[in-house]
């Protein structure tokens, strides 16, 4: 069985959950995943069980995007690109560019990791 990395990102208390729920299991958090959307996939897309239940502050940060969205689509194009410059040059104010930045990245085998590797030397 060929395998694929993935990353997710999960509220802390959802993988608090996972991790107690995996330990009382004896099996591995990647295990406990690949069973739920296993048993996810298996229910059809229509059941009330298959429904992906939003919180209610899940539901108001989607309602406050809309009306955000909705606003700035009431602006002219113009006007759109200048805020979005004044944005931009308000996020260098508070978060200036020349600190290092980290970056993750990942590979799907060895060879694609050091085929990377070797054109990054390489300078391409």
Do not use: C, N
């Amino acid at each position: 069985m060929a395998f694929t990395r993935v990353s997710i990102t999960l509220p802390r208390d959802v993988l608090a959950a996972a991790d107690r729920r995996a330990r009382t299991l004896d099996r591995s958090r990647s295990w406990l995943i690949v069973e739920a959307l296993r048993a996810y996939l298996a229910t059809p897309a229509g059941s009330p069980s298959a429904r992906v239940r939003e919180s209610d502050a899940v539901q108001e940060v989607a309602d406050a995007r809309r009306q955000h969205l909705a606003a700035d689509l009431k602006r002219s194009p113009a006007e759109r690109l200048q805020r979005a410059e004044r944005l931009a040059r308000l996020a260098r104010q508070v978060r200036p560019r020349g600190g290092r930045r980290q970056q993750v990245i990942g590979f799907d085998s060895y060879e694609d990791f050091y085929e990377w590797k070797k054109a990054r030397l390489a300078g391409v």
